[in-house]
């Protein structure tokens, strides 16, 4: 999987999120799939997947323009091309024309064909490399897979192994769900401010205590996992 590490050139105003995965998907019978999966592999990888959908008072036009600039800020994206969504496929489209990285899944069970109304595929999409899957165990395989090859992932056990490699399994298993929650709290937008970090792990159900969590933070900086910016507003991004 080819993808940037860094910050990749897009509109002027946007940086890339090198943790961040675009998922454009059918958004009645799929989405469900996808969001159960989204949960599970949030408790193993660092990587934050970003669904799009409308809110009751949002338009269109606001609505493509927050698509546009999550597919513009995303080291790469997953679309579902089962049905024939027309949305998939212009987002597809807009990501193909802004070189964001991608790839296309879709399902081949035959329950979810007669279920839609459109063709298996829209012409836009047909002539695409496909990830075909058969039901929600083999989507939950792909999405896995993908997230062990993704270079944050790789980037972030590195980190994992050089630092804590002779703690106990305990330890281990501990201070990783720790730097997994620190990645997951800055979801959304690739920042948070740190105190907010700091106070939402704090009721976290571990116990983590200030300290705890304040050298975890300045260790993830250090190994260039986020960005900690001191200062009476600091606040801490995805790098």
């Known amino acids: 999987m080819a993808t940037t590490r860094k910050v990749r050139a897009v509109a002027a105003q946007y940086a890339v999120v090198p943790n961040q995965v675009f998922l454009g998907i059918p958004w009645k019978t799929i989405r469900p799939k996808y969001e159960s999966i989204v949960e599970s592999l949030k408790k193993t990888f660092p990587i934050s997947f970003v669904i799009v959908g409308r809110d009751q008072n949002q338009d269109a036009e606001d609505l493509l323009e927050v698509i546009k600039k999550r597919l513009q800020t995303s080291s790469y994206a997953i679309f579902d091309g089962t049905g024939g969504n027309a949305n998939v496929s212009l ?56 997230c062990q090859k993704h270079p944050y992932t790789k980037q972030f056990e590195n980190f994992l192994n050089s630092t804590f490699g002779r703690r106990s399994r305990g330890e281990k298993k501990r201070l990783r769900s720790l730097c997994l929650k620190i990645v997951h709290q800055l979801d959304g937008d690739g920042s948070s401010r740190r105190a907010d970090i700091v106070q939402n792990l704090q009721a976290d159900q571990s116990q983590y205590s200030r300290d705890e969590i304040d050298q975890m933070i300045s260790r993830m900086h250090a190994k260039g996992l986020i960005e900690s910016i001191q200062g009476p507003y600091s606040t801490v991004t995805v790098t």
Not at 105 to 134: F, M
């Open 91 to 146: 987002e597809f489209g807009f990501a193909e024309a802004n070189d964001v990285p991608r790839a296309l899944y879709l399902s081949v069970h035959g329950a979810t064909k007669k279920a839609t109304k459109e063709a298996p595929i829209i012409a836009d999409l047909a002539g695409k490399k496909q990830n075909r899957y058969t039901n929600v165990e083999a989507l939950e395989k792909l999405m896995r897979q993908f």
